[in-house]
């Protein structure tokens, strides 16, 4: 089975500044990859995924993810962090199957 | 499109009784799929179906009963329910089975079981 770990469960940045969070993953096969983002109750909204091609994705609202397999990462940044980024981010991991696997989730809060 | 809809938002229930949970999506996916979602634990996956007929359990099926018998709707049953399943109810479908398309999810069910 597929799994993701998600390293950092709450990170916090001033507004402006770079935001990084990281997404690791075991796959016996090349993955696919996903970001979703959940504001406070609500459900998951894609931010941006990875299938094939270009390694370097981007999604909404700014963040975009570069899929490294050397590593088995596909972190996601942003640049600028906004205050209407805080949110739960969830990294999960497909493959050929028919299920996701999700990590466990970072807690983003921006500071003003 | 509506998108993914599941009712009801919030639901209290008392040890030992039983209700179901509605979903629904309207985008002729053929895959759906029901979450839960508990603090620190991200997301665990209860039971999915990969068309009208076919269902398969998931990581912690225990407790849930699924049934589908259209395309559009997916609801799941609690049987007897249990303090252990408060939780927060996820739905999702996706088009198709392969594993490069995303799933989209409903606005999720807030259940507590006292």
């Known amino acids: 089975a597929q799994s993701v770990t998600q390293l950092g469960s709450h990170v916090s940045v001033s507004e402006g500044a770079l935001v990084l969070l990281r997404c690791n993953y075991s796959?016996?096969?090349?993955?696919?990859l996903f970001w979703y983002v959940q504001y406070p109750n609500q459900g998951l909204q894609l931010l941006l995924k990875y299938t094939t091609g270009a390694t370097l994705v981007k999604g909404i609202n700014g963040f975009e993810a570069e899929f490294k397999k050397s590593e088995t990462s596909f972190h996601l940044t942003k640049p600028s962090a906004h205050m209407s980024d805080a949110a739960e981010y969830f990294c999960a991991v497909s493959d050929y199957g028919n299920q996701f696997y999700f990590g466990t989730g970072t807690s983003l809060t921006v500071i003003p | 499109n509506a998108g993914v809809t599941q009712t009801p938002k919030f639901q209290v229930l008392k040890t030992g009784q039983s209700m179901t949970l509605q979903c629904a999506q309207d985008m002729n996916h053929e895959y759906m799929s029901w979450y839960r979602q508990d603090p620190g634990m991200g997301l665990r996956l209860i039971h999915y179906?990969?068309?009208?007929?076919?269902?398969d359990q998931g990581e912690v099926p225990n407790g849930y009963n699924v049934s589908r018998s259209t395309t559009e709707d997916f609801p799941l049953r609690l049987l007897s329910a249990a303090p252990s399943q408060t939780s927060v109810y996820f739905c999702?479908?996706?088009?198709?089975?392969?594993?490069?398309?995303?799933?989209?999810f409903g606005p999720g069910t807030r259940l507590t079981v006292l």
């Open positions: 179906s990969v068309g009208a007929g076919i269902t």
């Open positions: 999702a479908s996706r088009y198709g089975q392969g594993g490069y398309n995303e799933q989209f």
């Open positions: 796959s016996s096969v090349p993955p696919y």
